[in-house]
């Protein structure tokens, strides 16, 4: 049975007091919307609808940047989330098979629950996602008689024996697409808030003689982001779960508390990961290499055996060779580091392709940008860059060559030559005295004065 997804993000979010749509807002550095995609995008949905609303054109590209194919239908007028849903029937258009309804501002629903709740459309019309919460609170209450889902009650509308209840509505739900459109022409808005409600669809199902059930998942996958603090919590939940998935396969944290992760990050096991880290979007690090302290990476990959920081910063397209060593503030960005190369101290590496065993020295800068466009710096294997050099890009240097400390390097230094670009220095003796005494006098002449 084919599956399609409809995807509610239309909701501005007062209650994050910000410009930004709620689902755009980031939780390991990858907007609400993209954890929701990211789960169902598993069971190889044949369509994915993404309902906006509230900064339509920012929610509907940030879809499109996750998938290309998604496919973004606007809610006009906040009426209610049956309303939502039924903005996307043009859409599934054609579609045959089940329609599964998520929400952008929920992202740890996981991949094995969508696949049970699949399953238990086998055997029911339609299929709710519910939860044990511990402290029910406010939710809606699903009513359930053995198997049967019954009805779901909302807290305002429910009896005292329906709020003691524990076992609650997660929003989520899984209908054909027949069906669904079905049940929601026949939703009403006879409510306090004049909204047509999703959850509605169950009783209408059931008085038609239907079969509605719940599928249950832990609670933690239903958690719904409404506030700055609720971001925070997720945020906190999100990295627990991430740190404590690495160290199970193998990865060595000395202080996982102090390490932070993307949705994205991949590290190999035997991997060490020192304290205060950062994994911005985009890192790949391989079995055996080693982060340590205070770095921060983003959009790179590190090889087997490699070692970077302390204080270090990789960029996009920052990518380290095995056994490549990089030390205490180095930044690199869009540059390829050779097996075994090594850039240690103070140095900046920008647009560069460094060569096999090479040593960088300390203080050394590619002179990338010209003030409109970036250059790109070559060096080659076995090449020793002496302390302080300064390369005027677009450069090269070759192989098993060299720079004298302190040189500017402004054109092409051929294989096995060295490099040196320094002003001739000149002695003075006893200027340092004269200047010292000068600059004392006019120092107290100021205090008085």
Not at 241 to 270: C, H, N, W, Y
Not at 368 to 391: A, E
């Amino acid at each position: 049975m084919s599956t399609a997804l409809v995807i509610l993000a239309a909701g501005k979010g007062t209650r994050m007091e910000s410009d930004l749509p709620k689902v755009l807002h980031k939780i390991g550095g990858a907007p609400l919307l993209h954890h929701a995609m990211l789960s169902a995008s598993a069971l190889e949905p044949e369509r994915t609808i993404v309902v906006t609303g509230h900064g339509a054109d920012l929610v509907e590209a940030a879809a499109q940047d996750f998938d290309a194919d998604a496919i973004a239908v606007r809610q006009d007028e906040q009426l209610g989330t049956a309303h939502a849903v039924a903005q996307a029937k043009t859409a599934l258009d054609g579609f045959e098979g089940d329609v599964i309804v998520l929400y952008g501002d929920t992202p740890f629903i996981t991949t094995e629950t969508l696949e049970q709740m699949i399953a238990a459309r086998t055997s029911s019309d339609v299929v709710v996602l519910g939860f044990e919460a511990v402290d029910p609170g406010r939710y809606g209450r699903l009513i359930v008689d053995g198997s049967a889902l019954m009805q779901i009650v909302e807290f305002k509308d429910a009896t005292e024996a329906e709020r003691a209840v524990s076992l609650c509505n997660s929003g989520v739900v899984c209908v054909s697409k027949d069906l669904l459109f079905d049940l929601l022409g026949a939703v009403g808005n006879d409510n306090a808030a004049g909204e047509y409600y999703l959850p509605d669809i169950v009783g209408i199902a059931n008085a038609r003689g239907l079969k509605a059930t719940a599928v249950t998942c832990d609670e933690a996958e239903t958690l719904g982001i409404n506030s700055r603090l609720e971001l925070a919590s997720a945020e906190a939940l999100f990295q627990h779960s991430k740190r404590r998935a690495l160290i199970e396969d193998g990865v060595m944290m000395q202080a996982p508390d102090t390490v932070f992760l993307s949705f994205d990050t991949i590290i190999g096991r035997d991997a060490e990961i020192e304290p205060n880290v950062i994994f911005a979007p985009g890192v790949t690090v391989e079995s055996g290499a080693r982060i340590r302290a205070f770095s921060h990476l983003e959009g790179a990959h590190v090889s087997r055996g490699a070692t970077v920081g302390p204080f270090a910063r990789l960029r996009p397209g920052a990518e380290l060779a095995e056994h490549v060593h990089i030390g205490n503030f180095v930044e690199i960005k869009n540059a390829t580091i050779d097996e075994g190369a090594k850039v240690n101290h103070l140095t900046y590496i920008g647009d560069a392709q460094i060569g096999a065993r090479t040593n960088v020295g300390a203080g050394t800068i590619t002179c990338n940008y010209d003030g409109v466009m970036k250059h790109k710096t070559i060096i080659g294997r076995d090449t020793f860059i002496g302390s302080n050099t300064m390369l005027i890009a677009p450069v090269t240097v070759g192989d098993e060559a060299m720079t004298a400390t302190a040189t500017v390097v402004t054109k092409d230094v051929p294989d096995g030559a060295m490099a040196i670009s320094r002003a001739e220095q000149n002695n003075k003796p006893g200027f340092a005295r004269k200047l010292f005494s000068m600059l004392r006098a006019k120092k107290a002449k100021m205090a008085k004065g």
